[in-house]
């Protein structure tokens, strides 16, 4: 093996040096051979003691220093591979790098959309105060076949103390079963039970009109959501007819400001390419904004984004603090995890995590132990 093939094998990563130069190099150390005198001879092997071990003439020093100088050279001559420099995306370009992602998820099919949200919130009670915290849950299978039952089942999961001192005010005053929460003044808020365990599980079994329930855009049946376009520039005029149907019932905003409502369909069964077509229109609009990767109330990793909707919150009896409503997606399809109600201050006022969104061909029955409200 040459010096020439030893230097490539050492050397896996590097680009191949061109023929000029390779020519070059073992021009060099042929010369360099010749000036030692001949070729490098081979090792000699020379007996010390009860061990053998090799050994190198002077000339053979020589030339292969010589041959050494000429690899160097030969590997200076290389044309320079700069790494590249991996830039991690940040703001709008991870919610782009998220469109992209999702444009290439594989479309699903199945005989019902099944949606699992969990509700969560906390409020106050008590006198003085104490706060509590809520979960509570709505599950709905919606039939592809508009002929078929759709089954929406809700029920608490759990309202119990926020904190251990919470828990402490609660106790001290008498560890009521049941607390009324702090309302509007004048409203008549009904009390809540306190329970660790799900309850008051109640649910809905019919034939509905066919429409997907969903905040915000318009009426939407699964074979509107097929329609839609998978391009950003159709997309906007595709959605043209639903705000004039908003304008019609008296909403007065503009085509623009209602825009930022289309984040609304996020969370249907729409195809891939149209969410990744929806996320890049979005990214366009002025009111979205980007406020890193986060982990939802679930803990699931994605990017918070808020698409510009604005609400209010009660914290006390007479008074409401504005929050944001933002949006954690998943970081691979898109989808919304949750929705979250954020107040100045960075805390979370109340969510909904969408702990399922799947189509599935399993039919869903009526659940037992559960009160039927229609």
Request: glycine share 8%; aromatic share 6%.
């Amino acid at each position: 093996m040459d010096e020439i093939t030893l230097l490539s094998q050492s050397l896996p990563d590097a680009p191949p040096p061109s023929a000029e130069a390779t020519a070059r190099a073992r021009a060099s150390v042929l010369a360099a051979e010749r000036e030692a005198g001949g070729p490098r001879p081979k090792p000699a092997r020379v007996r010390r003691g009860a061990r053998w071990t090799w050994g190198w003439t002077v000339g053979a020093a020589m030339a292969t220093a010589t041959v050494v100088t000429a690899v160097v050279a030969l590997v200076s001559s290389m044309a320079t591979v700069t790494a590249p420099v991996l830039v991690r995306p940040t703001g709008i370009d991870l919610l782009l790098q998220i469109a992209d992602s999702a444009a290439r998820q594989p479309a699903t099919e199945g005989a019902y959309w099944h949606t699992k949200a969990v509700d969560g919130g906390s409020f106050r009670t008590g006198e003085p105060p104490y706060t509590f915290e809520a979960q509570s849950t709505r599950e709905v299978w919606q039939p592809r076949d508009l002929a078929d039952h759709a089954l929406t089942e809700n029920w608490t999961r759990f309202v119990r103390p926020a904190s251990p001192q919470d828990e402490q005010a609660w106790r001290a005053a008498g560890a009521p079963e049941k607390v009324r929460p702090v309302c509007m003044e004048g409203d008549d808020c009904e009390p809540i039970r306190i329970t660790d365990v799900p309850s008051d599980c109640s649910y809905e079994w019919k034939v509905e009109d066919g429409y997907l329930p969903q905040r915000g855009v318009g009426e939407f049946t699964v074979e509107d959501l097929r329609k839609l376009p998978d391009d950003p520039e159709r997309l906007r005029e595709a959605l043209k007819p639903y705000h004039q149907i908003w304008y019609d019932r008296g909403f007065e905003q503009s085509f623009e400001e209602f825009l930022p409502t289309a984040s609304g369909l996020l969370e249907l069964p729409i195809e891939p390419g149209t969410r990744a077509a929806l996320l890049r229109l979005l990214a366009t609009l002025p009111e979205t904004k980007v406020h890193g990767e986060t982990v939802d109330p679930l803990g699931r990793p994605g990017l918070s984004v808020s698409f510009g909707e604005k609400g209010t919150v009660l914290v006390s009896g007479k008074e409401e603090t504005p929050v944001q409503n933002r949006t954690v997606l998943d970081l691979t399809t898109g989808m919304p995890l949750a929705d979250l109600d954020v107040d100045p201050t960075g805390r979370i006022a109340g969510y909904e995590a969408m702990e399922i969104a799947q189509w599935t061909d399993l039919r869903p029955e009526e659940p037992r132990g559960c009160k039927k409200t229609s």
